[in-house]
């Protein structure tokens, strides 16, 4: 398909405006803090809105809405699924995690978990520091690839092209402002998405006569579309809900999207961010929902079904608006890069250059440390995207799982109880990654049941269980409380 010229203009204004975000962000950006929580100013609009765009990625605009497509209104199941995990983050996670790393001055969840626990030996910060490399670093490879692919699809300028034009104009705007550019351009990208995924379903459903008609002409092609259970019954229906619905479980344990949350300015904006964030999750789901059940009826042969948004998009709107249309996909991808890609970064130059080696203790050494960790990581996720090393995409499959199981329930548990022990932590975070894995491996995934349900539940149990057995052997951290809730 040729390009179109009004796409590319509308395409090469969205790239410079966030290189030009990341330009001003890099002049407020001084210290430590600055650079990894933009020295905890964030607004509400900011910190909602930012925080939703990078927790959701292409899957919603691509994924999502090819998921509704092929399994009709079953499929539906993962909006309030993905909602109940926004409720969890906002209005139980959010308030606390904010004001307890605020008081202990922590700048990454590793960091958070550290200093409220005491780790002598480094422990939690190594465990910590591990399992988001290995469950961020394919991810962020993928990521690449996802993105080259996006640009060749939209520019036509080649799947090679398409990697290091996204890729370079990501590791930018990152390395420029940090924390306070990466939250800006997604706060950009998420309204980005929003318009897109709100006109797009309106366009659609007028096209197909409407809602009533919709569900009439889906029946016809097969009333399974029509069918909350998809025509599943027993076990298979228990595994598809409780599977659709687990995704929620790993919202509370995604870095690069609590600590947004650390980032906020005040619990007045965390309270006021509630309610944004809600509003725009639920426009975003059940757009793409609606976007996939009509897209079924106009293009009812598609033969990848994640492609349908672009294609819809090209067909039905104007250049100008259709080059709008396919910016929301470049934003759903290159929201999550480049928030992954800060949470790797700062792991290592924070967790392990700075806390476990001692180096870069300096503002300006570690923001350069920062830096210079930024470019590294995401020219080497470039390169492997450019190897198109497949095996990376394996990783994707239990990312989410994986952080969701390591850190959600310790963060919840440690947010909520003085239960809980630096051995039970750390207990904690193996049995969720080490269950995630073993369940994915061993294919239990696709028998059973979705890998988070098992590993976040099992990952909650371990860390009682050796809390228990721990607690008396355990000295009090110092300065903090360990697992204390907030007043």
Known sequence: MSLDPTILMVVCLYMGALLYLGWLACRRTRTCEDFYLAGRSLGSWITAISSTASSESGWVV?????MVYSGGVSALWFAPGCLIGYL???????PRLRREAARQGSLTVPDFLADRFGDPRHLIRIVGVTIILLSLGGYLAAQMTATGKAMDA???VGYVPGILIGGVIIIVYTLLGGFTAVSFTDFLQGLIMVIALLLMPILVLAEVGGYDALLAR???IDPNLVDLSGGKQGFALFGLVTGLLGIGLGYPG??????RYMAAASDEKIRQTQLIAMCWGVLVFYGAGFLGLGGRLLMPELADPEKLFPLLSRQMLHPLVAGVMLAAILSAIMSTVSSQLLVCASAVSRDVIGKIFKKAQDDRLAVLAGRVTVAALGLLAIGVALGEVRVVFWFVLFAWSGLGAAFG??????????LLTRAGVVAGMLTGFGVTVAWKLTGLSDRLIYELVP?????????VAVSLLTSKATPPATGASPGSPPA
């Open 88 to 94: 969890i983050n906002l209005y139980w996670l959010a």
């Open 154 to 156: 939209i520019l036509n």
């Open 254 to 259: 995604q870095p690069h999207v609590i600590t």
């Open 409 to 418: 329930p310790v963060l919840l548990l440690s947010l909520s109880t003085r």
């Open 455 to 463: 590993a976040f539940f099992g990952a909650a149990l371990a860390s």
């Open 62 to 66: 691509l994924g999502a809405v090819g």
């Open 218 to 220: 889906l029946a016809a």
